[in-house]
Antibody
Framework: EVQVLESGGGLIQPGGSLRLSCAAS????????MCWVRQAPGKGLEWVST????????YYADSVKGRFTVSRDNSKNMLYLQMSSLWADDTAVYYC???????????????WGRGTLVTVSS | DIQLTQSPSSLSASLGDRVTITCQAS??????LNWYQQKPGKAPKLLIY???NLERGVPSRFSGSGFGTDFTFTISSLQPEDIATYYC?????????FGGGTKVEIK
């Protein structure tokens, strides 16, 4: 089955750090860019970060640039999001999503995980 | 950043009704516009990519159109399982952004 599954969410104090993981299966992981998209409680969707197929190129939303680091291990079919200096506005469900584009300049999200909840609170 | 303005923010329609949602971009995004469905408590699901292409496995009652700055998403005959929030998303440049969402309910 083609799927991605996130883990690593939880309750973290403001200023703390957390690492999210995403396990991919059922497709050739190294053929796809991979992305993180988040959704604050009761709010809309926000793109967070994308990493290229090789991992050589990374892209971030301004809201997380300098605090979050995306990485991948193609030998293990794993995607990661290292988050630091977390604050309340980072509270959200974080989705791992496969990035794809037929011919466009960037990506849309054709496969999503169930998400993992990150709550930043004291 | 490109702003995507979706309207309406919510709607109520009867089963079998034709439902239309619009998404207006703050600048020309070619046809780099996608539509997602998110049911309560679930992850989003891609329905339409590149403005008008139906994702594999998605029922044909869903359709999309548009180019440039103005886009439309249509459900030709509303079904009970279509109750969800629908989002548009562009990928013309970074940052990738989403519309604010349209919540579809049954009247």
């Amino acid at each position: 089955e083609v799927q991605v599954l996130e883990s690593g969410g939880g309750l973290i104090q403001p200023g703390g750090s957390l690492r999210l993981s995403c396990a991919a299966s059922g497709f050739t992981f190294s053929n796809y860019a991979m992305c993180w998209v988040r959704q604050a409680p009761g709010k809309g969707l926000e793109w967070v970060s994308t990493i290229s197929r090789s991992g050589d190129d990374t892209y971030y939303a301004d809201s997380v640039k300098g605090r979050f680091t995306v990485s991948r291990d193609n030998s293990k079919n794993m995607l990661y999001l290292q988050m630091s200096s977390l604050w309340a506005d980072d509270t959200a469900v974080y989705y791992c999503a496969r990035g794809y584009s037929h011919y466009g300049p960037y990506w849309y999200f054709d496969l999503w995980g169930r998400g993992t909840l990150v709550t930043v609170s004291s | 950043d490109i702003q995507l303005t979706q309207s309406p923010s919510s709607l109520s329609a009867s089963l079998g009704d034709r439902v239309t949602i619009t998404c207006q971009a703050s600048q020309d995004i070619n046809n780099y516009l996608n539509w997602y469905q998110q049911k309560p408590g679930k992850a989003p699901k891609l329905l339409i990519y590149d403005a008008s292409n139906l994702e594999r496995g998605v029922p044909s009652r869903f359709s999309g159109s548009g180019f440039g700055t103005d886009f439309t998403f249509t459900i030709s005959s509303l079904q009970p399982e279509d109750i969800a929030t629908y989002y548009c998303q562009h990928y013309d440049n970074l940052p990738l952004t989403f519309g604010g969402g349209t919540k579809v309910e049954i009247k």
